[in-house]
């Protein structure tokens, strides 16, 4: 009962990937306060804040600009439908921590411990760093208690994760079903009815190029083009020229210890004599006479504690150990335990303790105090958080001025440059559509190439680009939109369509010959040399046709299937001989039902969210960004 699980290791990575990116905690509403009334989500009455949606908006366009690097089209996340995601992800990490919680999971603080041990963006030299630590959480504006929490909450949610994905079922059937599928392997040979083979057949009429040009003179058109200074404002301008001193950080510390304080902890051990909450109250009186000579036996001689724990504790976990449950801090047990151990002082032992699990002797071993970390430790993270507080403070005064710098002075940036003391800058050609860049975002896209810019030649509006970022622009030199020429693109135009015809033709052909062969005749085909295929190795043949392959009557062999193919023309395969894999040795079989499992727990976790879902007080309020916001 009290012998929890460790989690596994990946959760670490989960974590890893929540340090490397911009915080954005899904849990941050319990720990950060929001002055918006209206709330994006609330889930059983707990709302789920604006702040907290916006963050979590970030991480993930982080997250997909790291995987797409210059595909990355932030416009994307403009849409109702990705911010509606983020939103229900949000709702389901809120109702899978709340489900955790109502099933008794917990985590100890323990395993937060060795969690946030093993990041290794609070490590130096290869070891945890607690200066470390405390510095990368305050640069994010995060105390280790706010963090501590977030892990936990990680955690939490991984449990019960974990207990329906691991638990999955998987019949014998089913996997020896599963094995014979993917272990099946298909001696096949291919032959392409290639369409450069037809080009040279294929020809195209003037007049067909002229209608294809009218009818898609978009195709090629010149995008409007822009060139423009501008100037950027951020906050970490501000924050190199943030001064504070080492007694500022002093005075901070001094009037927020508890910030850097751990939580206090206690040692205890126990004797549990289980009788379940709905036994026969003749079962349950049985039992308390017993716990009740035990502690006689106990108060006698306080030093047996240990061994009568060995002798009689029911609790597997911790009887071996006299007992012990080594050190935990408030929220780790059932509250009437909890209760009894905080009211003890180190070598007391308490009446009889009545829970869920049956009656329980306690006895209090020691105290941790909560005691705060050294000053030395923690100045760097608190000047760093104090640079941050004052400017957050100043840039919130300057954006002001900078936006009615950049209004009011219309037709030069020059004094916005110099309110802020930074340069005037040059972009490159951007293109009207197109992302040039971070700062170049849709909304800043649509100032950049609006009327007012363009031919009243006015600055534009200072924009918001990304958190505590804006920026102003006024345009150097504008291209328009312009078509290029038929006689420009004629050639281009006669190439995609003579390849077009020549597709066609080699489709037909290719069916033609598909027909032909499954009929018998053997027209004169370059066939390669035979390959043998599994539904996991299949060389260069894409999906669909692998499946059309293993879908091929195999009593009666040679069996034919073809498909087009935009590359290729069409591709003809011939399926000669259908070999049954070998039997899989225990640990392969093994892996498969493993494989089962994991995908029929992941279903009935999906299931059980779902039901979840149903069953909760769920109010959804589509919230707008920064970007939304005129």
Known sequence: MFDFVREKRRVVQIVLVLIILP????????????????????VNGKKISQPEFETALRQQQDRMRQMLGANFDPAMFETDEMKQAVLDNLVAQRLLIERAEAVGLTVTDEQVAQVIDGIDAFKEGGKFDQARYASALASQDMSPLMFEARVKDDLLGQQLREAYVQNGYASNTATNNIVAINEQQRRVSVAHVSVQSFVAQASVEEAAIKAYYDQNKKEFQLPEQARVEYVKFSINDLMAKSDVSSEDARKYYDEHLPEFSTPEQRQAAHILLNVAATAPQTEQDAVRAKAEQLLKQIRKNPAQFAELAKLHSQDPGSAANGGDLGLFGRGMMVKPFEDAVFSLKPGGIS??????????????????????????AVREAILTKLRQQKASDNFAELAEKFSNTVYEQSDTLKPAAELLGVQIEQSAWLVKGSVAGEIWTPKMMQAVFGDDAVKNRRNTAAIEVAADTMVAARLLEHKPATARALAEVREMIKQKLMREKALDMAVK??????????????????????????????????????????????????????????????VLVRVDDVREGDKPDEVKLARYAQQLR????????????????????????????AADKP
């Not at 915080?23 to 609330?42: C, H, K, V």
């Not at 049956?358 to 209090?364: A, E, F, N, P, T």
């Not at 994991?598 to 960004?625: C, H, S, V, W």
């Open 351 to 376: 009446e009889l303790v009545k829970s869920d699990f049956g009656y329980h002797i306690i006895k209090l071993v020691a105290v941790k105090s909560s005691d705060p970390l050294a000053f030395d």
């Open 509 to 570: 052909q290719g069916k033609m010959l598909l027909v032909q062969l499954q009929q018998g005749s053997k027209p004169v085909l370059d066939w390669s040399v035979a390959q043998t295929i599994t539904h996991a190795q299949h060389g260069a043949l894409d999906v669909a046709m692998v499946r059309q392959i293993f879908q091929a009557n195999k009593s009666k062999l040679p069996q034919y299937v073809g498909a087009e193919s935009q590359q290729d023309g069409y």
């Open 598 to 625: 994991q995908m029929t727990g992941d279903e009935l976790f999906q299931a059980y969210l779902a039901d979840a879902r149903l069953k909760a007080e769920i109010k959804l309020n589509l919230p707008k960004t």
């Open 23 to 42: 915080f954005a905690f899904f849990g941050l509403e319990s720990y950060q306060s929001s002055g918006e009334s209206a709330a994006p989500a609330t």
